[in-house]
């Protein structure tokens, strides 16, 4: 009895392990020329499409990936760690739906944000998960690759922190070179991170901020209001008598909301504006 058993797990064990290998990292069935047996649902967000839904959309004419990089820091004490992350969310889609011809990658999460031991900057804080600035060019490389393989023929590259900028400038001019006159291009666009000129534009609004040095304001509350209320302590803040932010009330929140999706689709035209410039440059 105690044999038969030993030898299932083994006949078992083998079994699983040759189907593994058969398809490298997992069973690979599916026809990549099947037809899709149901009806595609209506995002630009590539994690939240099946593969079958990529696969068509880029058979429609959507031949262009925005590849973004947020961060998980330490944002004062009322924004969660994924701040960027947030506001990413609803900038990119914008971006991707005034285009028309576009999808949006994975949110990259994770980015340089000082040296992790001993810690600098927002590793001095808990929740702060930071990458070298090798490492963080390396995932771009990979990550901006896989579209290339898959057959986009523009990969754009948007950052919303000032760390991210550097390293994504870097990757594009790099796979560009590495593949010169190929069939993708890759381009960052600096133009996105336009917090001066946001912040100016907020201005003529009647916003006027004093800098409470929290590493937060009202446009990041704006638009993360806009997109998940929890993600600015909304509640809690309301019940403490603190909803505000540098000198600004964020009440009512209608108002606030309001203005965040304008700071979305304000930022978003600047994006796509710099996007085709450079797209046409391509053609």
């Excluded at 994975?106 to 930071?130: A, L, Q, R």
């Excluded at 203005?259 to 035209?269: C, F, P, S, T, V």
Aim: net charge neutral; proline share 5%; glycine share 10%.
């Amino acid at each position: 009895m105690r044999m038969t058993l030993v030898l299932l797990v083994l006949t078992m064990t083998v079994g699983v392990t040759v189907g593994f290998q058969a398809g490298k990292f997992g069973p690979v069935n599916p026809d990549p020329k099947g037809a899709r047996p149901i009806e595609a649902v209506d995002t630009v967000f590539i994690e939240d499409m099946t593969w079958m839904e990529v696969r068509d959309a880029m058979a429609a004419g959507k031949d262009t990936v925005i590849v973004a990089t947020g961060g998980i820091e330490q944002n004062g004490p009322y924004l969660v760690a994924g701040k960027h992350n947030v506001v990413l969310r609803g900038t990119t889609e914008a971006i991707a739906r005034k285009l028309g011809n576009a999808l949006v990658a994975p949110i990259i999460g994770f980015v340089p944000e000082g040296d992790i031991d001993p810690p600098t900057v927002h590793m001095n804080y808990p929740s702060t998960v930071s990458l070298t600035e090798d490492t963080y060019r390396r995932l771009l490389v990979d990550v901006c690759s896989c579209y290339r393989t898959h057959g986009f023929k523009h990969v754009v590259l948007i950052g919303d922190s000032g760390g991210n900028q550097d390293g994504m400038k870097a990757v594009a001019e790099e796979l560009n070179a590495k593949w010169k006159g190929g069939k993708t291009k890759f381009s960052f666009i600096p133009q996105y991170y336009n917090y001066g000129s946001l912040n100016a534009w907020l201005e003529e609004r009647g916003i006027k901020q004093t800098d409470e040095g929290l590493h937060d304001d009202f446009a990041m509350e704006a638009v993360m209001l806009s997109i998940d209320p929890s993600s600015v302590r909304m509640k809690q803040r309301v019940a403490a008598g603190k909803f505000k932010i540098n000198g600004v009330d964020l009440a009512p929140v209608e108002k606030t909301v309001a203005l965040g999706k304008q700071i979305i689709d304000y930022r978003a035209e600047i994006a796509v504006t710099a996007i085709r410039k450079s797209i046409g440059e391509s053609k």
